[in-house]
């Protein structure tokens, strides 16, 4: 099959400009907090007949993405705003750089502020609303409760992040919407159950999956397997004033990895283990593919692997997709992590 894309620049049409000179189009499909990214090389030297180089990109343009095949159509990768623009030589070489969330301004400007008596919905509701976004946010993370917290000198983003990281959850800017979600869900991070994926050896160019048990919480059992659950628990406290002692939360069994910090409270601590807890089973092992390209994958979708050896993972989160078209064809590079359809309801424990 033949690859194609097209690229819109502030609504137009650009691609019959750009196609003779592409060298090489990258788009960064990332999960979680990290911004998705566009990266278009081109050949700068001046055209052999009329001497005219390619427009200049104005950075602040707004780039829409699709990718495909001539055989079987286009599909919307994305929009994109332009934040970077950079010329190499020899030979001229024009690289143009785009982010997925346009972060100039107030948004990562470092703000102080105290929040009283609110909910990490409501906080995300009004940081959207004064930087011209929609929120977006899980019910459940949205309904966690804030008594107190201080916004010093940090930026909204990374406040609302910060917040959201202590109960496994994320905010990202998506096309207009301000996402507030939980982590390791396999949905869209607008919360749209994405399709599943089934991958066997025949389809990859390459593959690698690798598992540590350093990366559990706890210590590894002795029998432990790829394929099997976690072989330990997280261990937190906090400071009980009634009772004028320290007390133990714990998520999962022993043996249990105990966490830095004592929390402030039973519910900051209830979420601290769990959230620890979600990530080291998360993160104990990793996939990583090349196949062919493919538009249809993207971050945070579930994958099922078939036909490879018994023992290992079966389950995967993709947590980046590097989509590349170049003069070689269309080709994908997938990173995963393993998926925890069980995971603990970290937003859930905050509340009880």
Partial sequence: MRPVFRLLAGGVDITANIQDRLLSLTYKDEAETKSDSLSIKLDDRPDRETGA??????????????????????????????????????????????????????????????????TLGAIAQEIAESHGYT???????????????????????????????????????????????????????????????????????????????RKEAGEAAKTETPAAGSGGGVRTAYWDKDAARMVEVTEGGPPYQNTRFACADAKAAKAEAATVKNGQDRQKAKLTIACIGDPAFQAEQRLTLAGFRPGLPTDWRVTKVEHKLEKGGYSCAIEAEAFHENQADVASKSRE
């Fill in 53 to 118: 180089h390619v427009a200049l990109p104005v950075v602040g343009t707004r780039l829409d993405l699709s990718l495909g095949y001539a055989e079987t159509g286009l599909v919307a990768m994305g929009a994109f705003t332009v934040d970077e623009i950079k010329h190499s030589g020899p030979t001229a070489v024009l690289e143009v750089g785009a982010k997925a969330a346009d972060m100039a301004g107030p948004f990562r400007s470092p703000t102080c502020k105290s929040w009283d008596g609110t």
């Fill in 135 to 213: 929120a977006k946010t899980d019910p459940k993370l949205g309904a966690v409760r804030v008594e107190h917290e201080d916004q010093t000198n940090e930026s909204p983003m990374a406040f609302l992040n910060r917040l959201a990281a202590k109960h496994d959850g994320i905010a990202k800017p998506v096309n207009g919407f301000l996402v507030l979600a939980p982590k390791g869900t396999a949905k869209s991070v607008t919360g749209q159950s994405l399709p599943a994926l089934s991958l066997r050896p025949e389809r990859l160019s390459t593959w690698q999956i690798s598992y540590s048990a």
